[in-house]
């Protein structure tokens, strides 16, 4: 028996159908739902995002750090890393263009941005952590002495370095963690797919 | 219901036999098979404002439900080998449940974009719409489908 023989007993299989009535009573039902969850566990997200937000500013507060630098570099920081998790949840759960693109298409470009985005991540992330540890020095300097510099410059550049390279490890653990996986399953779909292609 | 909504609905009677043909090829039990359609359903009513008509519309929609299918499997793939059993023919009633039993025990060895292959050839998709819709070359299609229609014989002559 081959696969030809075969297509007679799929065509012949017997239909299934829903009644309008069903469809309409599906999409209401669990369509409906499963987008209020998607969104709902999104916006717990981005809630939880916020609450850190106001904990870094507040901790600036309570360390009586009232410069609007460190602050806004914190904010910045939050904001940058908020967008960067939002875009590639976006991009993972609901945004595969598959109406100007076959699926290969689609699957690979998800790829290239969301590595591109875990890109921006370990290149700001280090930098914006380096920055802001300097910022703090020149900050503590000016409390102390008055004057905006570093008090040792090259020591406190190279604990910035140190801090930027432990971000940036820590950073690789975290994306890692939390989007490894899914770019993983995503490369083995466009490997399946593409069958040999190299990206 | 919104205006939009029922015209999605609207396609959606009209051209359910795609999504269900889909859920038949990853499936294997009433269970599944709804499940599957509820997920594909969902992922297109999130597309639906993105589709601007570039490719047909069954075109766009055996792209979604396949795509869903494929990253679906891929996950649920340990619980979906498990879960083959009798009742696959029971609900895919057919004329001949001999020979509809032998299709679905051969399609299960596949790989998931295999089985996505092999649909559309089985719905007599033309190379060139397969090749649209998976984004392979017209070419290579046809060598992925000989590749796979000689595994598929050595599994069927086997029994």
Redesign the interface.
């Known amino acids: 028996?081959?696969?030809?023989e075969?297509?007679k007993?799929?065509?012949?299989?017997?239909?299934?159908?829903?009644s309008?009535k069903e469809?309409?009573s599906?999409?209401e039902i669990?369509?409906r739902r499963?987008?209020k969850s998607i969104n709902r566990s999104m916006l717990t997200d981005a809630v939880f995002m916020v609450l850190v937000t106001a904990g870094f500013v507040s901790i600036t507060f309570i360390l009586g750090l009232k410069s609007r630098y460190i602050i806004s570099g914190e904010l910045l920081f939050i904001a940058i890393l908020l967008c960067l998790h939002y875009r590639i949840k976006h991009l993972t759960l609901?945004r595969?263009?598959?109406?100007?693109?076959?699926?290969?298409?689609?699957?690979l470009q998800i790829i290239k941005k969301v590595k591109g985005y875990l890109l921006l991540y370990k290149v700001l992330t280090p930098l914006i952590a380096g920055g802001l540890f300097i910022l703090y020095q020149v900050n503590t300097n000016f409390y102390n002495t008055g004057i905006y510099s570093l008090p040792r410059p090259a020591f406190t550049i190279g604990i910035a370095l140190s801090t930027g390279i432990l971000v940036l490890a820590l950073t690789h653990f975290i994306t890692t963690t939390m989007y490894g996986k899914e770019l993983k399953?995503l490369k083995?779909?466009y490997k399946?797919?593409?069958?040999g292609k190299n990206y | 219901m919104k205006q939009e909504e029922k015209e999605f609905l609207d396609q959606i009677d009209l051209h359910q036999n795609i999504v269900h043909k889909v859920c038949r090829m990853y499936t294997n039990n009433k269970d599944d098979h709804d499940d599957l359609f509820q997920e594909i359903l969902l992922q297109l009513w999130q597309a639906y404002p993105r589709f601007k008509g570039n490719s047909k519309l069954t075109t766009w929609m055996y792209r979604v439900a396949l795509y869903t299918a494929i990253s679906r499997n891929k996950k649920k793939q340990r619980l979906v080998s498990e879960s083959i059993d009798s009742k696959a023919y029971e609900y895919y009633e057919n004329h001949d449940p001999y020979r509809y039993e032998n299709l679905r025990m051969a399609i299960s060895t596949l790989s998931e974009t295999d089985k996505a292959l092999v649909m559309l050839y089985l719905e007599e998709k033309p190379y060139k719409e397969i090749a649209d819709i998976m984004g392979l070359t017209e070419t290579n299609v046809g060598v992925r489908l000989n590749r796979v229609k000689k595994k598929l014989k050595e599994i069927l002559v086997i029994r």
Do not use: C, G
């Not at chain 1, 595969?96 to 699957?107: K, P, Q, R």
């Not at chain 1, 399946?192 to 069958?195: E, R, S, T």
């Open positions: 028996m081959e696969l030809n075969l297509k007993t799929w065509q012949e299989a017997k239909p299934v159908q829903y309008r469809l309409d599906i999409f669990k369509t499963s987008l609901s595969i263009n598959l109406s100007e693109n076959n699926i290969t298409e689609a699957i399953r083995q779909m399946d797919l593409a069958h």
